[in-house]
């Protein structure tokens, strides 16, 4: 599998730290010069608008996808190469999972939760094997990282399923570690 395209599950709103901002447009823009796609949930506002509006100023291709019942305000169809428009959030996630090669995960609040859930847990069920990263951006993901980790402590999931996720502090440790999956899923089918 090579991968060609990103989803990125993150908030409809910017948080309180600039810093989130800053890093949601810097993915936009690496995501468009590595020519990958964009796939993400269609959003108009805060940390999802801010990455799929850089990802195509720096000429990259999105691929948005929205629920019509959703409270969140989508983009327009003008401002993406793509808008779909799917009737629940349970479509949206199923869709969104099969158009991606790989997960990033910014901050954001509960529906990012809930996504990356489902990405987590269906990679341990067997259900794909695409990588997976939390970007950690000024700790961000610190107390849930710390949860993950408990969850091996207190014998609720094997220490080897959390491979499934990686928690890195910045984008281009992100995007060498997705390159490197593909390498990486090659070797191990080799044996």
């Known amino acids: 599998m090579t991968v060609q395209s990103i989803a990125v599950f993150m908030g409809a709103q910017f948080g309180n730290d600039p810093e989130y901002t800053i890093i949601a447009e810097k993915l936009g823009q690496l995501i468009a010069e590595k020519k990958l796609k964009l796939v993400y949930g269609g959003g108009r506002d805060g940390l999802m608008g801010a990455t799929a509006l850089s990802t195509m100023a720096h000429g990259g291709e999105v691929i948005g996808i929205t629920p019509n019942n959703l409270a969140e305000d989508a983009i327009s169809p003008e401002q993406v190469t793509r808008l779909i428009e799917v009737d629940s959030m349970s479509e949206r996630k199923d869709l969104m999972m099969r158009y991606a090669d790989a997960f990033v995960v910014l901050p954001g609040g509960f529906g990012t939760l809930e996504e990356l859930a489902q990405v987590l847990s269906w990679a341990k069920i067997g259900l794909h094997d695409k990588p ?9 993901y610190d107390s849930l990282w710390a949860w993950l980790k408990e969850t091996v402590t207190k014998g609720f999931v094997a220490e080897h399923e959390l491979q499934h996720v990686q928690l890195f502090d910045n984008i281009d440790d992100t995007l060498i570690y997705i390159n490197q999956f593909n ?3 090659h070797e191990t089918n080799d044996y």
Not at 132 to 140: A, E, H, M, S
């Open 183 to 185: 390498v990486l899923i």
């Open 132 to 140: 997976l990263v939390l970007l950690n951006i000024n700790g961000f």
